[in-house]
């Protein structure tokens, strides 16, 4: 069965420190791959989406970047990290079409103070 | 990009009372799920739709596919407790997924 793996689950980061968040999946390959950030009791952010290995689109411009090194790992980063990005990010996956769904890791909780 | 207008906002209901959710769009979708975010916790799928029309039950939850496949709703009966937490409408594009806003229910005991 498949499992997607997000850590940390929470991070507490000072400003302009660099950031460096890690999603795995296990058990698919050829995974599409997505970042998303929450605001506090609010809807689900895109940020980014990857359909292979070194494809990257970027939904929002900002402060972030992503990778995706290999074909089931994604990473979240930034070189500064700003107190707006403070959040909760989530990971998920989804098969090429994405109309079964995605599956979501269990979030990282960043705050940057 | 494409949005998902998702209602209520909030909710706040008492205990054994029924929930009533839904969400529209402009655009038409083939495909209407809906999720549950537990408070910390990544979205979990609840229920998935494929056709227009589609009513389909998941213990104490049922959803439909409206038949314009522009819109879609979710109730949940006999609320309890743990039914806290933020409820999602998504709508399945070609190639990736429109999330709504969310409805946050609170179940007061």
């Known amino acids: 069965s498949q499992t997607i793996h997000q850590w940390p689950a929470t991070l507490v980061q000072p400003v302009g420190s660099p950031l460096s968040l890690e999603c795995t999946v296990e058990g698919t390959s050829n995974p599409n791959l997505y970042w998303y950030r929450q605001a506090a009791g609010r809807g689900l952010q895109l940020l980014f989406y990857s359909v292979g290995i070194g494809q990257i689109s970027s939904e929002v411009p900002q402060n972030l970047s992503a990778s995706r090194p290999q074909d089931r790992q994604f990473i979240l980063s930034s070189k500064k990290l700003l107190l707006s990005d403070s959040g909760f990010y989530l990971c998920a996956w989804s098969v090429l079409s994405g109309g079964d769904g995605y599956t979501f890791g269990s979030g990282t909780r960043l705050t940057v103070v | 990009g494409q949005q998902l207008n998702q209602s209520p906002q909030s909710m706040f209901i008492q205990e054994g009372e029924d929930v009533s959710m839904n969400c529209t769009s402009s655009?038409?979708?083939?495909?209407w799920l809906w999720y549950k975010q537990d408070p910390g916790e990544g979205p979990v799928l609840l229920i998935a739709?494929?056709?227009?029309?589609e009513l389909t039950s998941n213990g104490r939850l049922t959803a439909q596919f409206g038949i314009t496949r522009k819109d879609s709703f979710l109730n949940i009966s006999a609320s309890i407790p743990s039914d806290v937490g933020i409820y999602f409408c998504?709508?399945?594009?070609?190639?990736?997924?429109?999330f709504g806003t969310g409805t946050r229910l609170t179940v007061i005991p």
């Open positions: 739709l494929y056709k227009a029309g």
């Open positions: 655009s038409i979708f083939n495909t």
């Open positions: 998504a709508a399945a594009g070609a190639n990736n997924l429109f």
